[in-house]
């Protein structure tokens, strides 16, 4: 352990000499790293504060120590939503946000609208927290479940679902994004738009610009990012107005990069559907070689053991990607630790991407659910980072997701992993 924190720390005052020098060529299987164009990367104040805030040790010393004189974007930083921890999540503001944080790769959550046309959305049933839909009457009345206020004499809450299926493209694209929140005793609609977490913010929420899935691959092209678009599991009944299927829906997201002529290199499809995953393998399979499979389920032992694992990749699985509490555990000493899952993931051969740092909000009570396997060893902020080095030197991860990608690019520069693990 002394050892490869004295050589991270050596390689904090190289990194940027190192992260020239390397090959793109010499990379792990699955990503392809490069230098991307058109954006200043700038990771701002956070990432030394998350630093500040570490325990006193060698991991905090070797980040002190970081010596690069300019940052550079990494696949190893994946915009989570974009940069949602203050940034309206899939929208344009966001994901320029994410890419000038440094994130390789930005993703776009892929949700249908009533003309099923696609569009960037965390969930297809999450209109009425995620933009104004419920402030314009017209739009509202179109809701599954329109506006209903909250009633304070008996605490009933107010009701709202408002589906991008529910609208047409053109609609959707009417709204402005906002912070994912809401007021349940609202009553007025102006009300219910409300509800921010005070540790995230509105400052920004001004303009939040609605984009679907082909403006996504554009904007997100220009800025010089790669693609990771997640199949959203519908909430309506599939077939959709009786013909239009699931597969239908998993190969339109696939053919709108086709169409735009994106490399299947660049593109890492995403579901927590296997079936969707295998539908890529097998269907369209130069871009099912890099379909991840999302996993957030309560470990059994059925589902964490090696046999599963290799059952996976028998089916055609390359790519994993859990909830980071899954692939840490804490050992005899109380240390994080990879867990048996993520050993298991690693001897089958799969690549792992673990999801979502900055997610959580302050840490001080054990950071809450994605870290719920190792919450005794997390009492600060600055233990996220103790966190993301776990994950990239024992675990191995592949890449981060983060909610603010400059964290996870900060420490993937200081310790010259810009162009690979």
Not at 349 to 356: E, T
């Amino acid at each position: 352990m002394k050892l490869r924190i004295i050589t991270m720390a050596a390689l904090c005052s190289l990194a940027f000499t190192s992260a020239q020098a390397k090959s793109p060529n010499s990379t792990d299987r699955g990503l392809h790293h490069g230098h991307h164009k058109n954006v200043l990367v700038q990771v701002g104040p956070r990432p030394a504060w998350l630093v500040n805030n570490m325990d006193d040790g060698e991991l905090k010393e070797a980040l002190e120590s970081c010596k690069v004189s300019k940052f550079k974007s990494t696949e190893f930083s994946i915009g989570h939503r974009g940069a949602p921890l203050q940034f309206p999540e899939h929208t344009k503001e966001s994901y320029i946000a994410a890419a000038g944080m440094g994130a390789g790769i930005v993703e776009c959550d892929v949700a249908f609208t009533k003309d099923r046309e696609l569009v960037c959305r965390h969930a297809q049933n999450d209109l009425h927290t995620t933009t104004n839909i419920v402030t314009i009457p017209e739009l509202n009345a179109k809701c599954t479940q329109p506006f209903v206020p909250a009633d304070p004499a008996s605490g009933t809450p107010a009701q709202a679902e408002c589906r991008t299926s529910d609208i047409t493209l053109a609609e959707f694209k009417s709204l402005k994004g906002k912070m994912d929140a809401y007021n349940p005793m609202a009553t007025t609609p102006e009300e219910y738009v409300g509800g921010t977490a005070d540790w995230r913010t509105d400052l920004y929420a001004s303009s939040g610009t609605l984009l679907s899935h082909r403006e996504s691959i554009e904007l997100i092209r220009s800025l010089g990012a790669k693609f990771t678009p997640e199949l959203k599991s519908p909430v309506v009944e599939m077939p959709f107005e009786g013909d239009y299927t699931q597969q239908d829906y998993a190969h339109q997201m696939i053919q709108d990069y086709i169409d735009a002529g994106v490399s299947p290199r660049d593109v890492w499809p995403q579901s927590f559907n296997l079936d969707d995953v295998l539908f890529w393998v097998n269907e369209t399979p130069r871009f099912g070689r890099q379909a991840v499979f999302l996993d957030q389920d309560s470990h059994t032992p059925e589902n964490t053991s090696l046999a599963y694992m290799e059952s996976l990749k028998a089916q055609g699985v390359n790519i994993l990607a859990p909830a980071i509490w899954k692939m840490l555990t804490l050992n005899s000493y109380g240390e994080i630790v990879p867990s048996e899952y993520a050993e298991n993931a690693r001897t089958a051969g799969l690549d792992m991407i673990a999801w979502s740092l900055e997610r959580s909000g302050p840490l001080a009570n054990g950071g809450g659910w994605y870290y719920q396997s190792v919450s005794d060893a997390i009492n600060n902020d600055g233990d996220m980072l103790k966190v993301v080095d776990v994950l990239a030197q024992d675990v191995g991860v592949m890449a981060i997701f983060s909610d603010w990608p400059a964290t996870v690019t900060y420490y993937a520069n200081c310790m010259g992993m810009v162009n690979g693990r």
